[in-house]
């Protein structure tokens, strides 16, 4: 059989398991800036998380910044910010999707720590064998843009959505 080395090799030439110069450099002025990012990400989180739980269409909000999340003082004691992802309920599933479908600066789709707002619904994604979210569920990975740009985009999308799911 081939030796480990061998393998290693093989995989290398097959895959490119080493990173290119390029790949290396733009890893390391990206975390040059990493803990600024994370700052904002951090602080627009909170904003958003404290405009939608007096929302009177969201159910419940999920982040640990709130006073209302059950894990605050935990969080409040390991932590000194509290993330930039937050989740959010609404009353039903049509109205979680009209809500996500209905933004317009937040992008829909699954990823998370991006420079970009995104949104997803996470109940529409499991397998339904496997789902575990609640079906108002909406996930929201927050980025980089505007606190009150990412404000207004949620209060319009949530209008738009009440106004659908309530004729």
């Known amino acids: 059989g081939k030796s480990i080395a061998q393998r290693l090799k093989s995989v290398q030439t097959s895959i490119g398991a080493v990173a290119s110069p390029l790949e290396c450099w733009l890893t390391l002025r990206g ?23 007096g929302h009177e269409h969201i159910v419940q909000v999920h982040y640990p910044g709130l006073e209302s999340h059950p894990h605050h003082a935990t969080a409040k004691h390991q932590m000194t910010m509290y993330g930039g992802m937050l989740s959010f309920e609404v009353k039903s599933e049509s109205m979680a999707m009209a809500v996500a479908g209905a933004v317009n600066t937040i992008r829909r789709a699954t990823s998370l720590g991006g420079t970009e707002t995104l949104i997803e619904h996470r109940a529409s994604i499991e397998p339904p064998e496997r789902r575990t979210s609640p079906p108002g569920l909406l996930r929201m990975s927050v ?23 309530h004729k």
């Not at 975390?31 to 739980?53: F, G, I, N, P, W």
Request: aromatic residues 2%; hydrophobic residues 45%; charged residues 30%.
């Open 143 to 165: 980025g980089l843009e505007d606190a009150d740009d990412l404000i207004h985009d949620l209060k319009a999308a949530l209008d738009i959505a009440s106004q659908i799911c």
């Open 31 to 53: 975390l040059r800036s990493l803990h600024v990012r994370v700052e904002r990400q951090c602080q627009t989180a909170m904003k958003l998380a404290t405009y939608l739980d």
